[in-house]
């Protein structure tokens, strides 16, 4: 009961301990030994059992989706339709904080992209994936104002799904379309979910009061 209680309570902390611990696991095998034995492998499964031409074409449009361009829009739509002030400055400054924690990360690691089977080009260093990142952090957000404030839980679980395969298909994405490691999309999925439930709880504790 009382493991029970504690879970409860800081779930929150949990998560962040497990995601960022799983990073750096991340984060030494490429320091240490470049490609993964991983990657080759999830690349492999995706190109044998879900690439072809409509596949591809899906995937185009589907990267886009975290792509800054993309969010640059729906940032400022969001701010035009969104009445409370507070979550209108909490969205643009989650997204500037996200872009400048991955960037701090890449140069920091200085991984070069895969080249072998690249579909689309793409420029700058590869870990973690900036669009992984950039989408568990600005979709992650939505996801958790959607469950807060929606109160027709209907629509509210039809959004949180939508929201949370797309994020996945983002991530597919990258590796599909030859710009990145699968190492380098989970660590991103990972190291962002640390920041997110950070992010999160700040906004709960002294923004959403």
């Known amino acids: ?43 492999n499964f995706i190109s044998k059992y879900l690439m072809n031409d409509i596949s591809t074409s899906i995937f185009k449009v589907i990267t886009k989706l975290s792509g800054e361009l993309f969010l640059i829009v729906l940032t400022f739509i969001l701010i035009v339709f969104i009445k409370n002030k507070k979550i209108k400055l909490a969205i643009p400054i989650n997204l500037i904080i996200i872009c400048i924690l991955n960037l701090t990360l890449k140069n920091i690691v200085q991984r070069p992209r895969p080249t072998e089977f690249r579909l689309i080009e793409e420029k700058g260093y590869s870990f973690p994936s ?60 990972c190291i962002s979910l640390s920041y997110l439930m950070i992010y999160t709880n700040i906004l709960k504790k002294w923004v959403l009061k």
């Open 1 to 43: 009961m009382k493991f029970k209680k504690w879970l409860k309570n800081n779930y929150n902390l949990l998560i962040i301990f497990i995601s960022t611990i799983i990073f750096l696991i991340f984060l030494w095998n490429v320091a240490s030994f470049g490609i993964m034995k991983e990657d080759k492998l999830i690349y």
């Open 130 to 189: 900036g669009h992984s990142m950039i989408s568990m952090a600005f979709y992650g957000l939505l996801i958790y104002l959607i469950y807060k404030y929606i109160k027709n839980k209907k629509l509210k679980c039809i959004l949180i799904i939508f929201l949370s395969i797309l994020i996945l298909l983002i991530g597919i994405s990258r590796i599909y379309l030859g710009v990145h490691y699968a190492s380098d999309v989970i660590a991103g999925f």
